[in-house]
């Protein structure tokens, strides 16, 4: 393993870009995301080593050792990919996908008088929070003005739009009107789209591609749901700690999962019945609950929302009641290691209140990363199959590509 000219760490041991790049025999891997050793430790005379221009090798006279030359740019400029710019967390930095290029966040500080003191900022405060952005909607022409989503023309002038004041994806999911479109250039917040459900006309759904009139109901449905049948689903996420780390152009991965969440709810054919209703026979509708597993060794490792908010920990097919349980969980993020163990439990008990009338049941688990405690789930396990559900495996990766944080 490479030891740096200082006698500092082996090189794997550097778990950010700044710390590895400073040491002379080690490079970042933006593939893996990773600090290695560099190939130049390889060459172990003067001349194959100044020839191998690649991998920017330099003879170090001094220690008889060939090293990798020091970065001349940026740690942001550096990256030539978007998972390995997205991938920095000091310094922040932001992949262009018009430029494809990788550049330094502007307006990080978390001090009001260093953000007003720069040109290019603004400080946000309402809603009880505050935060530093990138001044917006200050656009001379109408073209450049509209092209930015969070932007409109009026009365000759650029201003914000009702979803794009909120700065944030957090701020943004709190809006029931909006949703953060993470892939927009530049991410923005914009007005949630009209759902199927919300169209009363045969003509109007047809005209929408993603919708479709289910003539049994007299009703427009999404058309990825028009051959559901009558389902009680659990949806068991993951609220570990490493979900709060950025995941591709999501500044925080748990609220994004949140975000994504709430518009899932609002897209689904859901029965209508709160908790706690005796749900009809074949309705060819959902009824959905949550579960959040996280947790310590010795301490809680699964959560529902308490009884008296949303659902209560318990199926619903009210579309307020499944709103208000993600909206406590986006509260009562639990942050901590990665148990599931209690959250199986807690699924099987839900599922075990589910009629036996034909329907379907269903549980959607949803994870970042490897489980803690995958030795010790198999009683969870028998006790899940034995409510008969169909079980399904969502992983969310922080990058485009797989890397050894997946």
């Known amino acids: 393993l490479a030891l740096p000219p200082n006698g500092g760490a082996p090189c794997h041991q550097y778990e950010v870009y700044g710390a590895c790049v400073a040491d002379a025999g080690c490079v970042w891997d933006e593939s893996a995301l990773r600090c290695a050793d560099t190939p130049c430790l390889l060459h172990c005379g003067q001349m194959d080593c100044d020839a191998d221009e690649d991998n920017k090798c330099a003879w170090n006279g001094a220690e008889n050792t060939c090293y990798t030359t020091p970065p001349t740019g940026g740690a942001c400029e550096e990256q030539k990919t978007e998972t390995g710019c997205l991938a920095l967390e000091d310094p922040e930095c932001e992949w262009s996908r018009d430029d494809e290029v990788c550049t330094e966040k502007l307006c990080t500080t978390t001090s009001k008088d260093e953000c007003t003191a720069d040109s290019q900022c603004e400080w946000f405060e309402e809603e009880g929070a505050a935060v530093c952005t990138p001044k917006r909607c200050t656009a001379p022409t109408e073209g450049e003005c509209v092209a930015d989503k969070r932007c409109e023309w009026e009365g000759g002038v650029c201003k914000v739009t009702e979803c794009g004041r909120w700065p944030t994806e957090q701020l943004c999911s709190r809006d029931g009107n909006c949703y953060y479109d993470a892939l927009s250039e530049p991410a ?123 659902a209560g920990g318990r199926l619903s097919g009210d579309k307020d009641e499944l709103l208000a349980d993600l909206d406590w969980h986006t509260a009562n993020h639990m942050a901590k290691q990665t148990y599931i163990q209690e959250g199986l439990g807690m699924s099987s008990d839900i599922l075990a209140t589910s009629p036996a009338d034909g329907r379907r049941r269903a549980v959607y688990i949803i994870s970042d990363g490897k489980l803690d405690d995958a030795n010790r789930i198999g009683a969870e396990l028998d006790d899940l199959h034995a409510t008969k559900p169909e079980v399904f495996g969502i992983v969310v990766r922080r990058f485009a590509q797989h890397t050894e944080e997946d």
Do not use: N
């Open 188 to 310: 923005a917040c914009v007005p949630k789209r009209e759902s199927c459900g919300d169209v009363v006309d045969k003509c109007a759904c047809h005209e929408k591609e993603e919708c479709f009139w289910l003539g049994s109901k007299a009703k427009c449905v999404e058309s990825q749901y028009g051959a559901c049948p009558t389902l009680d689903l659990v949806v068991l996420f993951d609220g570990s700690g490493s979900m709060v780390k950025k995941f591709g152009h999501h500044e925080h991965g748990f609220y994004a999962l949140m975000a994504t969440l709430r518009e899932w709810v609002g897209t689904l054919p859901l029965s209508g019945e709160k908790a706690g209703v005796e749900p009809a026979v074949d309705s060819e509708k959902i009824r959905v609950a949550f579960v959040q597993y996280s947790g310590t060794y010795d301490g809680k490792k699964a959560q529902v929302t308490p009884m008296g908010i949303g």
